[in-house]
C-alpha cells in the first residue's frame, strides 16, 4: 500500500521549533518532489515547502521563508520539514503530499500532488 506517514506535530510556545517527518511507505522517494501544506481551522490549504528529490530544489512561501527549511533524508525514506521560530498563526494541520511523476522541480500548489498523508498536528500557543 502507498502511503504517506507524517509525525512530530505537538504544542510549541511562540519562538519555538519543531521538525515534522514524512515518512514513504510502499514506494521509493527517489524521483517524486514533496510537498508540505497546512490548513489552520476555517481557512483553505495553503502550501509552505515543497522539494524536489531529483536535484533538490526547495520552495517556499513567503510567510515561512526564513523560518522553516524542508530537507531529505533518502537513507530514511523520509523528508522533513524544520519549523523555527513559530508563531501562532503557523497553527494548523501540516500535510505532505507527493506527486508520482518524476519531475526535477516542485511547486507549493496541491494539484499535482496524488499522494496525501493523514496530517500532524502543530499548535502556537503560550
Known amino acids: 500500500q502507498v502511503q504517506l506517514v507524517e509525525s512530530g506535530g505537538g504544542l510549541v510556545q511562540p519562538g519555538g521549533s519543531l521538525t515534522l517527518s514524512c515518512t514513504a511507505r510502499?514506494?521509493?522517494?527517489?524521483?517524486?518532489?514533496i510537498a508540505w501544506f497546512r490548513q489552520a481551522p476555517g481557512k483553505e490549504r495553503e502550501g509552505v515547502s515543497c522539494?524536489?528529490?531529483?536535484?533538490?530544489?526547495?520552495r517556499g512561501a513567503d510567510s515561512v521563508k526564513g523560518r522553516f527549511t524542508i530537507y531529505r533524508d533518502f537513507a530514511k525514506n523520509t523528508v522533513y520539514l524544520q519549523l523555527n521560530n513559530l508563531k501562532p498563526e503557523d497553527t494548523a494541520v501540516y500535510y505532505c503530499?507527493?506527486?508520482?511523476?518524476?519531475?526535477?522541480?516542485?511547486?507549493?500548489?496541491?494539484?499535482?500532488?496524488?499522494?496525501w498523508g493523514q496530517g500532524t498536528r502543530v499548535t502556537v500557543s503560550s
Open positions: 503530499a507527493a506527486e508520482t511523476l518524476f519531475s526535477t522541480d516542485c511547486a507549493i500548489i496541491p494539484g499535482p500532488y496524488q499522494i
Open positions: 510502499g514506494f521509493i522517494l527517489d524521483r517524486n518532489p
Open positions: 522539494i524536489s528529490n531529483t536535484n533538490g530544489i526547495t
